[in-house]
């Protein structure tokens, strides 16, 4: 396959980075929230929003990023999309007013996205079963650093020159990014295998694959799955600190744990590949996640957040997480293997408006207390606990009509 002119290491590396765009924009220039408040003299409210007008665009476009790649190639979207990525980061650094600010990350909403939604497509376009589950679980822990290293970066740089200077850092690294894969990405999707880029068509395909009910299971159990986590990093603000008390530089005892479980749960998915089947590995991963749930429920239910009992749930529960995602996010791809970008893309687009969800809504609802937070993780994991169930029924009765 056409990916593998370029060293396994080195693919998955260039992969991870573009995935860490999304985390990168996000989780930043969270200890920035006090200082941009100050500065453009709007409320917490109001500064929650400019997290959810980048999640609001992030999640539209992740509709289009995979379709325009099975229509143009993942290249020309990847490069076009690092190049707006740029260029709204730069705006973001020097708005003048809170509506440009938020006009800004919403066109960096726009562009964030697509690392992850093509760049699964190019793991499926250039690998096969374990191969491509080991690929997309050294994604996922490389991609794994962005989360714990962002809002430690953030806070060194809000720190020692203020909110703008982590836009130019998200400039420099999106402008990075967009030379080495210049200089260094493949294209896996060969002209001859291209989807003509034509309303009728493309419309048909968006409903064929979004009335498959396995389809849309699969993208609402990943979607609940990561917001049981999301809504920690959304509320980051108020849990560092208001709940825990600590400073705009203490935000790594939240995403380093968490982040740790994310690399833990993708190591063993990558080791679990070619050993176990993708059913095993997800009920594996989901036995983790309910017992993290359990725990931090009964906890808060009688004890205020404190360290280290309020993050060590948060690890467990990603560790399970990411054991289950490169698993769930194989069988969606291979349900439509002509149209694999269209297929991630939907999972992405559903992905970022539960995220969009989560962190406009639901986070502030619950972020003042332990205790909500818990419930609120422990609802999204059995909402996407009972997709994964729905699924594998109708997989089963599927196949039992299939037998002779």
């Known amino acids: 396959m056409q990916g593998r002119n370029v060293a396994v290491p080195l693919l998955a590396a260039m992969l991870a980075g573009l995935a860490m765009l999304g985390p990168f924009s996000i989780d930043t220039y969270l200890p920035s929230f006090p200082a941009i408040q ?88 250039s690998f096969a079963g374990f191969e491509a589950q080991r690929l997309m679980s050294l994604v996922t822990m490389i991609f794994g650093l962005a989360p714990a290293l962002a809002p430690v970066i953030g806070g060194w740089l809000q720190g020692w020159l203020g909110w703008q200077s982590v836009f130019a850092f998200l400039a420099l690294y999106g402008a990075l990014l967009l030379v080495g894969c210049w200089v260094r990405l493949p294209e896996t999707h060969p002209r001859e295998a291209r989807q003509p880029f034509a309303l009728v068509p493309l419309s048909r395909n968006y409903l064929r694959l979004a009335s498959d009910v396995r389809l ?92 280290p009992w309020s993050v060590l749930p948060v690890m467990c529960y990603t560790t399970g997480m990411a054991l289950v995602m490169p698993s769930v996010t194989l069988i969606l791809l291979d349900l439509f293997l002509e149209n694999r970008g269209l297929a991630s893309s939907l999972q992405g687009f559903t992905h970022s408006c539960f995220a969009a969800l989560t962190a406009g809504f639901v986070s502030p609802l619950l972020s003042g207390s332990g205790l909500t937070l818990a419930l609120g993780q422990a609802a999204a994991l059995m909402l996407g606990g009972l997709c994964w169930v729905s699924y594998r029924r109708i997989e089963s009765r599927g196949a039992a009509t299939r037998m002779p």
């Open 216 to 307: 849309v299971l699969l993208c609402l159990a990943i979607a609940f799955n990561f917001s049981g986590f999301f809504l920690y990093i959304s509320s980051a603000p108020a849990f560092i600190y208001n709940l825990l008390g600590l400073e705009e530089t203490d935000f790594a005892v939240l995403f380093v744990p968490g982040i740790a479980g994310v690399m833990f749960g993708a190591f063993l998915s990558g080791r679990a590949a070619g050993r176990f089947t993708g059913q095993r590995t997800v009920g594996s991963g989901y036995l983790v996640m309910f017992g993290a749930v359990a725990f931090n429920v009964g906890y808060h239910a009688y004890f205020p957040p404190a360290l």
């Open 38 to 125: 100050g500065h453009f003299a709007v409320t917490p409210l109001e500064v929650q929003q400019t997290l959810s007008a980048y999640l609001a665009t992030f999640a539209v476009m992740s509709l289009f990023h995979g379709t325009l790649s099975d229509s143009f190639g993942r290249r020309p979207v990847i490069l076009a999309s690092l190049a707006v990525f740029v260029l709204a980061s730069v705006g973001c650094a020097a708005a003048q007013s809170f509506g440009q600010l938020l006009a800004f990350r919403g066109a960096q909403g726009l562009s964030a996205g697509v690392g992850w939604v093509v760049g699964r497509a190019i793991i499926r376009d």
